[in-house]
């Protein structure tokens, strides 16, 4: 676990964070969904060493009109609370493992040029298995881009006068290639999207068609384009 996220959760647990803190880490918290796991997870944890102190600390309690108890020793006691805590922090330290071997290694998540919202819904697609819906979310972005590509490279010599003034015509030809260039590099990220959903769909052959495509590109992607290639390799 990241130290940084590590530091805000026992701050958060431990009540050391000001107001303003606490509803930005929660507000974290609610939109990302695998640190809102390690959040409740680590609190889980906390109760239960905090359950075992507390018992105890208050021994005999429930066995009313029976034999009182002995006395633990201070020593006992210490030796019990290490061994619960050692417990938790084992369970934790098992739990960020596997959490690591299943989703950073062997499966990692959906990358592109740019981290955004589509590629992370992309990526929850492909963790159910809808990888017909996630090509299909892919393939409509992609045919939107190529249009508008399509769109701005009739505006980057000149503007027409019929389109003039129209709400979808740029104002100027340097604003046209600006918005071109756009497009254009979203499109190599919608391609390297597509290759992802291909790979772990295991269509490998389709996806190392796009892969070699965008490696041969000057682009964002080109150099996870490669990578890609060499892992396929």
Same mark, same amino acid.
């Given at each position: 676990m990241d130290s940084h996220i590590q530091d805000k959760i026992e701050r958060h647990l431990l009540g050391r964070m000001t107001e303003e803190e606490k509803k930005a880490f929660e507000a974290e918290m609610e939109a990302d969904e695998e640190l809102k796991k390690q959040y409740l997870l680590a609190k889980? $944890?906390?109760q239960e060493a905090n359950g075992h102190a507390r018992q105890e600390e208050k021994p005999g309690q429930g066995n009313a009109g029976s034999e009182k108890e002995r006395p633990v020793s201070s020593s006992s006691k210490r030796k019990w609370m290490y061994a619960a805590v050692l417990m938790s922090v084992a369970v934790l330290?098992?739990?960020l493992y596997l959490h690591m071997e299943t989703t950073d290694v062997s499966d990692p998540p959906i990358r592109s040029g740019e981290s955004s919202a589509f590629n992370k819904e992309v990526d929850s697609l492909v963790g159910n298995k809808e990888y017909a819906k996630a090509l299909e979310n892919v393939e409509g972005k992609v045919t939107n881009c190529e249009? $508008?590509?399509?769109?701005?490279?009739?505006f980057v010599d000149s503007i027409p006068a019929e389109y003039a003034g129209e709400a979808e015509a740029p104002s100027s030809p340097e604003e046209a290639r600006k918005e071109l260039k756009k497009a254009e590099a979203e499109l190599m990220d919608l391609k390297l999207i597509k290759a992802q959903v291909l790979l772990k769909k295991g269509e490998k052959d389709k996806a190392a068609a796009i892969l070699?495509? $965008?490696s041969h590109e000057d682009s964002t992607v080109q150099e996870t384009a490669k990578e890609l290639l060499e892992e396929i390799d």
């Amino acid at each position: 676990m990241d130290s940084h996220i590590q530091d805000k959760i026992e701050r958060h647990l431990l009540g050391r964070m000001t107001e303003e803190e606490k509803k930005a880490f929660e507000a974290e918290m609610e939109a990302d969904e695998e640190l809102k796991k390690q959040y409740l997870l680590a609190k889980a $944890l906390k109760q239960e060493a905090n359950g075992h102190a507390r018992q105890e600390e208050k021994p005999g309690q429930g066995n009313a009109g029976s034999e009182k108890e002995r006395p633990v020793s201070s020593s006992s006691k210490r030796k019990w609370m290490y061994a619960a805590v050692l417990m938790s922090v084992a369970v934790l330290v098992a739990f960020l493992y596997l959490h690591m071997e299943t989703t950073d290694v062997s499966d990692p998540p959906i990358r592109s040029g740019e981290s955004s919202a589509f590629n992370k819904e992309v990526d929850s697609l492909v963790g159910n298995k809808e990888y017909a819906k996630a090509l299909e979310n892919v393939e409509g972005k992609v045919t939107n881009c190529e249009g $508008l590509i399509e769109h701005y490279k009739n505006f980057v010599d000149s503007i027409p006068a019929e389109y003039a003034g129209e709400a979808e015509a740029p104002s100027s030809p340097e604003e046209a290639r600006k918005e071109l260039k756009k497009a254009e590099a979203e499109l190599m990220d919608l391609k390297l999207i597509k290759a992802q959903v291909l790979l772990k769909k295991g269509e490998k052959d389709k996806a190392a068609a796009i892969l070699k495509e $965008l490696s041969h590109e000057d682009s964002t992607v080109q150099e996870t384009a490669k990578e890609l290639l060499e892992e396929i390799d």
